[in-house]
Nanobody, 122 residues
Framework: QVQLVESGGGLVQAGGSLTLSCVGSRRAFNTYNMGWFRQAPGKEREFIAALTWIGDNTTYSDSVKGRFIISRGTAKNLVSLTMNSLQPEDTAVYYC???????????????WGQGTQVTVSS
């Protein structure tokens, strides 16, 4: 069983920054590609960013490219999402997830965290 726990969400003003963290079991981070997704009220869960398990490749959605950065922490079981220039439309519950596949599809991810709320005020 792979367990993932997100943290770092909160309330921030438009234009501000926030860093989310995802901590998981070592097994997940040694073999799984990691992704970040978000879900706003009344909307479907959408892909944000992904990082290969070895850390040699990343991909981002067009909506966050150039503003968000996914990275592995110095601790081997930590993946972060640094979010800059936040806008009210970035308000959502943010989830980290693990997949054996390299994908942007929600259905391709096998394990999910419980989510952390990010609220951006205008």
């Amino acid at each position: 069983q792979v367990q993932l726990v997100e943290s770092g969400g909160g309330l921030v003003q438009a234009g501000g920054s926030l860093t989310l963290s995802c901590v998981g079991s070592r097994r997940a981070f040694n073999t799984y590609n990691m992704g970040w997704f978000r879900q706003a009220p009344g909307k479907e869960r959408e892909f944000i960013a992904a990082l290969t398990w070895i850390g040699d490749n990343t991909t981002y959605s067009d909506s966050v490219k150039g503003r968000f950065i996914i990275s592995r922490g110095t601790a081997k079981n930590l993946v972060s999402l640094t979010m800059n220039s936040l806008q009210p439309e970035d308000t959502a519950v943010y989830y980290c997830a693990a997949s054996l596949r390299w994908s942007r599809q929600v259905s391709e991810y096998d394990y999910w965290g419980q989510g952390t709320q990010v609220t951006v005020s205008s």
